[in-house]
């Protein structure tokens, strides 16, 4: 099919003389075909030699270099204004937050840690002079290789005990007679895997809405900005959001009620809204590059000079603002603190936190070291030997293995998740909105490998549940990127964070989705003169690829005839004889404890996963992906 769009140019003795010009070629070869068609049709005598080697053709050859150097680049420039086909990293990042979406670009992995202390007993109770105050962000260790460092993410105050943040307590030493010279408290934290770092920049003059770039690899989040004056600037989601949370220790601290301080046991922190002027907001230009915006307006001046209140016009009372000292223009209310006071004159230091990924998800029993530059008794004034043993008995630990640790987004899962994201529209309807939701989740908060979410009917409920009622089925990964369940300081994480978007009517439940281990054996034909050995490796590292665990989701079937066809197209094969899937269950293999019966699961080549939701998993591929060459 062909398009024309026809021109008139201009009077050439008297005569008006009409083009038919051709828009739709746009590579050189179309472009170099059609202006020759085209010297040849308007002018016939002017020029008639068309060799390769002609003048006339060098020219018709640099508008076609010219012309297909151009359409290149528009179709480019197009093509990166859409999510669904852009591929420029920097284009990618700018779309997503455009739509809503903030790319994660590390998983951090979570862990719930113990911290003990030992403080001396007062008669028959403890000692709580002596109670150590472990702030946030502390950093602890391991004293084995390789393990990253994690960070607390409260402060753990000893001296507080509530049912929101109970201290464990227990007798740790006795006298002769039995009565107890030494307690063990005990309080469990959530960590997270990151290590903190600095960065300074220095203003000049203010600027409306200036940028700065944090660069670094794996960034996880800002946790604090300061300037050289010592005030604080606070991270929000939109300059226009004047407000923040602000947590305090309760003994009140608002001097407005004393009753406040008498209920600690329960309410140990309190929350309270604060206004701020120095607020800034970040966002991702690439997985290495952390941009920061501020306002616009300028401390210098108060909104009253910048904009007077219309009331105060023409009274003339020395102390209201009736004059501008600038000319007023509808753009005058971007210098106000609406979006936010510019830095001037000083020199902020960020404060963030870097790390996470796969290897972060560390064992069991292997963060035990904790820093104490920062640990504090809270009491002065304390008999100097008793607190250096009550200090040196600081010890952590954290029973369970870590999860949560992931790399971060694929840019093929930038674009589903903003796509996504902009369907929800910061709410969340059908089980699509819950499930990007959830993978959308602060990495600092964790980051879970794999979420499956279902709609309960109504004979499945438990009493008190409503009929709406969501089950996300999840699970994470361990240091060897291998499927475990989420820890429950993870799962506590997901279900605060979704309770922000879930609709009123719409009851959530946080479950672990069931692992059933698999191997895989198969049996080929080997065509002639090729090496059998090598072509067996082939196979193997095809199906080593089609079972890598990033490419299953919860409740997908395995198609056995993908895999017949899979081995099928190896170099080197003649004829895929079997393929069999087998169960490979039992803890102390190092397998899930799940059995599941492939054959009865098996239908028409297809292998279905579990009523209960579950994945399949090939926990160890270098071992459980085998076969063998036969003959006919």
């Known amino acids: 099919m062909s398009y024309t769009l026809q021109t008139t140019s201009t009077q050439t003795d008297g005569n008006k003389i009409t083009r038919d010009i051709k ?18 049709t308007y002018f016939p005598t002017t020029h008639t030699d068309f060799t390769p080697s002609s003048p006339g053709m060098m020219f018709i050859e640099m508008a076609s270099y010219v012309g297909d150097v151009l359409s290149f680049y528009q179709d480019n420039q197009i093509q990166e204004n859409f999510i669904q086909y852009v591929r420029q990293q920097n284009n990618l990042y700018d779309l997503a937050y455009m739509f809503g979406y903030q790319p994660s670009v590390t998983g951090v992995s979570t862990v719930e840690v113990e911290l003990y202390q030992t403080v001396p007993a007062t008669g028959n109770n403890p ?162 590059q952390l941009q920061i915006q501020f306002g616009a307006g300028s401390s210098a001046d108060s909104d009253e000079e910048i904009i007077p209140n219309p009331n105060n016009v023409g009274i003339g009372l020395p102390f209201t603002q ?31 936190t870097v790390g996470g990924g796969v290897g972060a998800n560390v064992p069991a029993n292997s963060l035990n070291s904790l820093s104490t530059s920062n640990v504090t008794f809270l009491k002065q004034n304390l008999d100097p030997t008793v607190a250096q043993t009550a200090f040196d008995s600081l010890e952590v630990n954290n029973p369970k293995a870590a999860s949560g640790g992931a790399d971060g987004d694929s840019p093929e899962e930038i674009r589903q998740n903003t796509l996504e994201m902009f369907s929800s529209q910061l709410r969340s309807v059908t089980q699509d909105d819950y499930l990007v939701r959830a993978l959308s989740m602060p990495s600092e908060y964790g980051s879970l490998s ?23 089925c999840v699970l994470a990964y361990n240091q060897n990127k291998q499927l475990v369940t989420a820890s429950d300081a993870l799962k506590n994480n997901l279900s605060t964070y979704l309770s922000q978007y879930r609709m009123i009517g719409d009851s959530l439940r946080i479950k672990d989705a069931f692992i059933v281990n698999i191997a895989v054996e198969f049996e080929i034909i080997t065509l002639p003169n090729y090496n059998s050995n090598t072509t067996l490796l082939k196979c193997i590292t095809a199906l080593q690829n089609y079972f890598n665990i990033d490419n299953w989701q919860i409740n997908q079937p395995i198609l056995l005839r993908d895999i017949y066809v899979l081995l099928d197209r190896v170099e ?12 490979k269950a039992g803890e102390s293999l190092g397998y899930s404890q799940y059995a599941y019966d492939i054959p009865g699961a098996t239908l028409n080549n297809i292998v279905y996963p579990s009523l209960d939701t579950s994945i399949f998993e090939v926990k160890y591929p270098n071992t459980d992906i085998s076969g063998k060459v036969v003959n006919f």
């Open 23 to 40: 828009y739709i070629n746009k590579d050189f070869t179309d472009c170099r075909n059609k202006l020759i068609e085209f010297a040849k």
């Open 127 to 288: 000692n709580f002079d002596y109670a150590l105050n472990v702030p946030e962000n502390t950093t602890i260790n391991s004293n084995q290789n390789n393990i990253t460092p994690f960070l607390i993410l409260d402060r753990c105050d000893f001296t507080v005990s509530s049912s929101q943040d109970p201290t464990d307590i227990s007798i740790y030493e006795v006298d002769g007679s039995g009565n107890p010279t030494y307690f063990l408290l005990k309080k469990t934290r959530t960590a997270i895997s990151a290590t903190q770092k600095t960065q300074d920049f220095t203003f000049s003059t203010p600027q409306r809405f200036s940028t700065i770039n944090i660069e670094d690899n794996n960034i996880v989040k800002i946790d604090s900005c300061v300037d050289s004056d010592g005030n604080e600037w606070y991270e929000v989601p939109y300059l226009a959001q004047e407000t923040v949370l602000d947590s305090l220790k309760n003994q009140n601290p608002f001097g407005e009620d004393p009753n406040y301080s008498s209920n600690v046991n329960d309410v140990p922190y309190l929350l309270r809204l604060k206004k701020v002027a120095r607020r800034f907001v970040s966002r991702f230009k690439s997985p290495t």
């Open 322 to 352: 009736d004059k501008l000292k600038t000319a007023f223009a509808p753009s005058n209310f971007l210098f106000t603190q609406t979006y936010g006071i510019a830095p001037s004159s000083t020199t902020l230091t960020f404060t963030y």
């Open 450 to 472: 794999k979420i499956y979410v279902e709609k309960q009917n109504i004979e499945n409920l438990n009493i008190g549940e409503i009929p709406s009622t969501l089950d996300f």
């Open 572 to 583: 080197g094969v003649q004829t895929v004889k079997v393929v069999n899937i087998i169960n």
